[in-house]
């Protein structure tokens, strides 16, 4: 049998393994390493049943409706949104006693850009351990980048856990949302409408597709789709597919089509820099050997967060030394490509990580395939049979991708919000996204974003960062709750300072190092955190700061 001191050993040792396989180059090493995991795995398996644990997943500690949860004064919550921000809103909401809310989903199903996007190759290319949110532990991810759909089971896993299908309205598309003496009245363009206290919009801001004003877009002959509309039953096999964009949607989609499509024209504008990540697969032993051990889950999660945050994090916002390490992979991974007119194609002319970084082990094989083509001709216009370049030439296809992004700075603007004394959203932000700390907004009481200005963190985890912002706005439901305060929302000088001081620091971060990104807005303006994820975290976990909020009986 083996004792607690063994158990922790061979926990210590099967983490020591895990990290070290990660970081290694040298494929011999990885391979013994993997090899000692396995042997590791079968060990605590067998440790895990002497001792009578249960393959408990690390839910177990939040069984909500097993606690004692604080009895809460009447305080009805509307979120809108069903997507990674909303869900983490509810299942937060349920374990703090708050069971008064709605979430507003305009579509049939929950899980947001895992339920709207669907090409085939769809995945999360933030680590899974990583992009989980820590209050629902997953020890059962089968790849390092989990897919898509196994990201939505997850959401809709933690949807069940927490019962917040019977608070979900969907087909629900707000289209005005008006705050007046402590309401908010909400109203759909399905006719209903529904009224709350606090309304939290949790739209995200990768759900407006753009589509390229490139001439001839309505009169292709084939098919024709935005990377976010590809239906789940559209088959690319044996056509000529072209892809605009090379952006992280298109490399997902071309490292997955190139083998089934007879031709595939990648259409780029501008070069990207491509940092190599594996995808390795997890055995069902060690999720297994994990569903026994969520503190190992948890040793996971907080690796792959001192990665992201310690060296992702700090390289985008000023760590010179952290940048280096990623520009030297990244200029590796190029320099594997053994064509010199085809390398020089795929070389950015601007900083690494100036636009959102690209990872993926096998966009730049997808590429070198005999089948496909990489075509940085600049297109004159869309015709029914292709795509005309400048020079004269066209490039015949059956099927058109545009794989072309999203309105990153549109955020809730469709929600239509506007405040009494009739001042509206779209004005307070007339000049560009704002909002105090991520949270809140001056003017506008009891409103509480989640996911939108100044919430992105560079590639870090969506889940996380929800997860953080869920957390704190909940602190200030309590302090609500606490003091009967009708109303709450940032003073106009607290935002007005927190926004100079993000913009104070935009100067540091490389997304201004001399390239065109989503980060930027049409006037070149930033709005996401552009501080470290460090201080985001901080921000998040030691605040409010209530003398900041304006608190109204
Ligand atoms: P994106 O990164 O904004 O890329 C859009 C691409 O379309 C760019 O290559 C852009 O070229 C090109 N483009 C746009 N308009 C064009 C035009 N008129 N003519 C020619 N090319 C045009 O969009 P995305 O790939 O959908 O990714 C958006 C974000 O979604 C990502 O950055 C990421 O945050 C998220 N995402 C995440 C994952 C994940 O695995 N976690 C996967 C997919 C997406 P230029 O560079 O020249 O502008």
């Known amino acids: 049998m083996m004792g607690e001191i063994d158990l922790k050993a061979a926990q210590d040792a099967w983490t020591q393994a895990e990290f070290a396989r990660i970081m290694t180059v040298d494929s011999q090493e990885a391979a013994h390493l993997a090899e000692r995991q396995h042997e590791l795995e079968a060990s605590l398996i067998a440790a895990a049943k002497t001792l009578g644990r249960s393959a408990g997943d690390g839910r177990a500690a939040h069984r909500w409706w097993e606690q004692e949860r604080p009895p809460r004064r009447p305080l009805r919550i509307a979120i809108v949104g069903?997507?990674?921000?909303?869900?983490?809103?509810?299942?937060?909401l349920r374990e703090a006693g708050y069971d008064d809310f709605v979430i507003l989903e305009k579509s049939d199903d929950i899980g947001g850009t895992w339920h709207h996007n669907n090409y085939p190759g769809v995945a999360c290319?933030?680590?899974?351990?990583?992009?989980?949110?820590?209050?629902?532990?997953?020890?059962?991810?089968?790849?390092?980048?989990?897919?898509?759909?196994?990201?939505?089971?997850?959401?809709?896993?933690?949807?069940d856990h927490y019962r917040l299908r019977e608070h979900i309205r969907f087909g629900a598309t707000v289209t005005s949302c008006h705050y007046d003496n402590g309401v908010w009245t909400i109203s759909t363009a399905e006719g209903e409408t529904f009224e709350a206290n606090i309304f939290i919009p949790a739209t995200g801001f990768l759900h407006i597709p753009i589509l390229p004003a490139i001439e001839g877009r309505d009169r292709f002959a084939g098919e024709i789709f935005h990377s976010s509309a590809w239906r789940p039953d559209f088959d690319s096999s044996g056509k000529r597919v072209g892809i605009i964009g090379n952006g992280s949607s298109s490399v997902q989609i071309v490292s997955n089509i190139?083998?089934?499509?007879?031709?595939?024209?990648?259409?780029?504008?501008?070069?990207?820099?491509?940092?190599?990540?594996?995808?390795?697969?997890?055995?069902?032993l060690r999720q297994q050997m994990l569903s026994y051990y969520p503190e190992l889950t948890h040793r996971l999660f907080q690796f792959f967060m001192d990665w992201y945050n310690d060296g992702f994090g700090n390289a985008v916002t000023g760590d010179a030394a952290a940048q280096k390490r990623f520009a030297d992979?990244?200029?590796?991974?190029?320099?594997?490509?053994?064509?010199?007119?085809?390398?020089?194609?795929?070389?950015?002319?601007?900083?690494?990580?100036?636009?959102?970084?690209?990872?993926?082990?096998?966009?730049?094989?997808?590429?070198?395939?005999?089948?496909c083509a990489l075509e940085t001709r600049s297109i004159a216009r869309i015709e029914p049979s292709g795509v005309r370049l400048h020079d004269g030439s066209l490039v015949e296809l059956d099927v058109l991708v545009l794989a072309t992004g999203f309105d990153t700075h549109a955020y809730c603007r469709s929600l239509n919000i506007s405040a009494a004394g009739g001042q509206t959203l779209n004005q307070a932000w007339q000049d560009g996204a704002r909002s105090f700390e991520s949270?809140?907004?001056?003017?506008?009481?009891?409103?509480?974003?989640?996911?939108?200005?100044?919430?992105?963190?560079?590639?870090?985890?969506?889940?996380?960062?929800?997860?953080?912002?869920?957390?704190?706005?909940?602190?200030?439901?309590?302090?609500?709750?606490?003091?009967?305060?009708?109303?709450?929302?940032?003073?106009?000088?607290?935002?007005?300072?927190?926004?100079?001081?993000?913009q104070g620091a935009v100067a540091n971060t490389v997304w201004v190092s001399g390239c065109k990104s989503w980060y930027?807005?049409?006037?070149?303006?930033i709005d996401i955190w552009t501080k470290s994820p460090a201080a985001f975290m901080d921000r998040m976990v030691t605040g409010p700061d209530l003398a900041k909020y304006h608190f109204k009986a």
């Open 82 to 92: 069903g997507g990674v921000g909303g869900l983490a809103m509810g299942a937060r």
């Open 125 to 159: 290319d933030v680590a899974s351990y990583f992009y989980s949110f820590t209050f629902f532990k997953n020890p059962g991810w089968s790849q390092m980048f989990a897919p898509g759909s196994e990201i939505k089971r997850y959401l809709s896993e933690l949807a």
């Open 258 to 284: 190139v083998d089934r499509v007879d031709h595939l024209t990648v259409f780029q504008r501008t070069a990207q820099w491509v940092f190599p990540a594996p995808n390795d697969y997890y055995s069902e």
């Open 329 to 371: 992979a990244c200029q590796a991974n190029l320099d594997s490509i053994a064509d010199p007119e085809l390398r020089a194609k795929l070389t950015p002319d601007y900083p690494v990580m100036c636009k959102r970084l690209i990872f993926s082990s096998t966009y730049f094989d997808a590429l070198q395939r005999s089948n």
């Open 439 to 502: 949270i809140g907004l001056a003017g506008f009481p009891n409103l509480f974003f989640i996911g939108g200005p100044y919430s992105t963190v560079g590639n870090l985890s969506t889940m996380t960062c929800a997860e953080l912002q869920v957390d704190h706005v909940i602190r200030l439901l309590d302090e609500m709750d606490r003091t009967g305060a009708r109303e709450v929302m940032p003073h106009r000088d607290a935002e007005d300072a927190f926004v100079d001081e993000m």
């Open 520 to 525: 930027l807005d049409a006037k070149g303006g």
